[in-house]
T-cell receptor, first 115, second 110 residues
Framework: SAVISQKPSRDICQRGTSLTIQCQVDSQVTMMFWYRQQPGQSLTLIATANQGSEATYESGFVIDKFPISRPNLTFSTLTVSNMSPEDSSIYLC????????????FGPGTRLLVL | RKEVEQDPGPFNVPEGATVAFNCTYSNSASQSFFWYRQDCRKEPKLLMSVYSSGNEDGRFTAQLNRASQYISLLIRDSKLSDSATYLCAVIPTGGFKTIFGAGTRLFVKA
């Protein structure tokens, strides 16, 4: 399995500000995914991040609000821009299993509270 | 209709009990199925894949019913440590994105 770390693990932010979440993987992976999980809700895919190309966003998520960088095969960032209390959630990055398997491995998540 | 639906529970069962969860999916062309486990305030982790022929891993048995478009997870001889949220997950045919259910919460009591 992949070892994934995320920074920060949690944060409390003021509305209107932005937060960048970092995701680091211990091995090179082709695809990285960013999810949001609100209390009692399912994991909602925000976007898929591939190295060397723009991220692919799911319906309801836009690049201006959630810009993503993928500078190399082991790292990605997600920025939550111009935050509002509705952005309070857990944000998780994930990667495919080794050898391109369909299972996914998740980072520990970033708990975000927007006041 | 949600793409993947689960009974949110919670299921409260005593130690040693057998408990079963079902999960339905709407896309009949789905190709791959999984159960993940998520402990409180932790990230989801793969519990087991679900194969057409059904599969078993110790006390856990997963089954797939393509005709009725549901997957199930059976836990026998429940342990306190089984308390968690169980997420079912589906990958549509030709796709790579995993679609997760909202999860079923299980509490195992002494």
């Amino acid at each position: 399995s992949a070892v994934i770390s995320q920074k920060p693990s949690r944060d409390i932010c003021q509305r209107g500000t932005s937060l960048t979440i970092q995701c680091q993987v211990d091995s090179q992976v082709t695809m990285m995914f960013w999810y949001r999980q609100q209390p009692g809700q399912s994991l909602t895919l925000i976007a898929t991040a591939n190295q060397g190309s723009e991220a692919t966003y799911e319906s309801g998520f836009v690049i201006d609000k959630f810009p993503i960088s993928r500078p190399n095969l082991t790292f990605s960032t997600l920025t939550v821009s111009n935050m509002s209390p509705e952005d309070s959630s857990i944000y998780l990055c994930s990667v495919e299993g080794r050898q391109g398997g369909e299972t996914q491995y998740f980072g520990p998540g970033t708990r975000l509270l927007v006041l | 209709r949600k793409e993947v639906e689960q009974d949110p529970g919670p299921f409260n069962v005593p130690e040693g009990a057998t408990v079963a969860f079902n999960c339905t999916y709407s896309n009949s062309a789905s190709q791959s199925f999984f159960w993940y486990r998520q402990d409180c305030r932790k990230e989801p982790k793969l519990l087991m894949s679900v194969y057409s022929s059904g599969n078993e891993d110790g006390r856990f048995t997963a089954q797939l019913n393509r005709a009725s478009q549901y997957i199930s997870l059976l836990i026998r001889d429940s342990k306190l440590s089984d308390s968690a949220t169980y997420l079912c997950a589906v990958i549509p045919t030709g796709g790579f994105k995993t679609i997760f259910g909202a999860g079923t919460r299980l509490f195992v009591k002494a």
